[in-house]
């Protein structure tokens, strides 16, 4: 990689608290807000709330940057892309993650708002989520670098924007999460501006979540709403659900943060009535209950109500 197309980009996550694997390398791990406060004995990640996941113990991070989207509501800056870098091997990562989670984490050691036995526990990971930025079927080693992880005994979480079905059905994670950011091809296209046309492809990738509910394995569809954007015409997105078998579905507001604010206004922002009041029009459409809520993270989770 040569360290201009690169270093503005990854001063800047280190600022924000990116931990990188390598200097040639934009695999990073990064303590998640909701890891932090759960240290320091406060609210958990919604995430704990729908599917028991202990957020202290939670490590989160990505395989590499790249992405073959531009999304509008991305946190990201798209002006220092990634090209060339290193793809480091699986246990390159897997081997690392201890050290880096604890460096991260370092100054919570000290805290008195921190208890001993959760600092300890925080040092001892039973959830990876693959999820901090940047598209991971992009990373050729993706299955391996999962199988490596499961064998730690803990449970991981893969978000991918779907766009890589071949690379998808590779990987068995403990959960796999597809986005779903728009109801037709139209609105994708408009809110994603990918690299090329792959609503096809994301649409298969959808669709083959049923048959990874049917083996026993947890699937997950994730729709983030950005108002005045995406957040029309919801018996469409409840045709696509539905026909998908995911066992979850979690609808979710666009949160204005990062470097989303310039491309978006806080108007853009859904308020938590705003996703209830969409899940529940496509409620009658769907064989889904309301699991849970969390007004915080303005988030709705349905289950597969067979």
Not at 29 to 56: A, M, V
Not at 67 to 77: A, D, G, M, P
Not at 270 to 276: A, G, K, R, V
């Amino acid at each position: 990689m040569h360290s201009g197309q690169c270093e503005p980009s990854m001063k800047a996550l280190r600022g924000m608290g990116y931990q990188f694997f390598h200097p040639q390398s934009s695999a990073a791990l990064k303590p998640c807000l909701w890891c932090k406060r759960s240290l320091s004995g406060g609210d958990q990640c919604y995430k704990n709330q729908f599917y028991g996941i202990t957020s202290h113990r939670c490590v989160q991070l990505t395989p590499t940057l790249r992405c073959n989207h531009t999304c509008l509501f991305c946190w990201r800056s798209f002006e220092h892309e990634y090209t060339g870098e290193k793809d480091l091997m699986p246990e390159e990562i897997v081997s690392r993650i201890p050290f880096l989670q604890k460096k991260a984490l370092g100054g919570y050691k000290v805290s008195p708002r921190v208890a001993k036995e959760k600092w300890e526990e925080a040092l001892r990971p039973d959830q990876y989520a693959i999820s901090l930025a940047g598209e991971p079927t992009l990373y050729p080693h993706l299955p391996e670098l999962i199988d490596l992880l499961n064998q730690t005994g803990g449970t991981t979480f893969l978000v991918s924007n779907g766009t890589m079905p071949g690379v998808l059905r590779q990987c068995h994670p403990y959960q796999k999460y597809i986005s779903l950011t728009a109801p037709d091809r139209e609105t994708y296209l408009r809110i994603a501006r990918p690299v090329e046309d792959y609503w096809d492809q994301i649409l298969e990738s959808i669709s083959d979540l049923g048959h990874e509910t049917d083996a026993g394995r947890r699937t997950a569809i994730r729709v983030t709403l950005v108002r005045g954007i995406n957040d029309q015409d919801p018996e469409r997105y409840a045709r696509i659900i539905q026909e998908s078998g995911a066992k979850f579905v979690e609808v979710k507001a666009y949160m204005h943060v990062g470097y989303s604010q310039k491309r978006l206004t806080i108007r853009h922002m859904p308020l938590h009535d705003e996703i209830d009041r969409f899940t529940r029009k496509m409620l009658p459409h769907l064989s889904y209950r309301i699991l849970g809520e969390n007004t915080l993270s303005r988030v709705i989770c349905l289950e597969q109500d067979l």
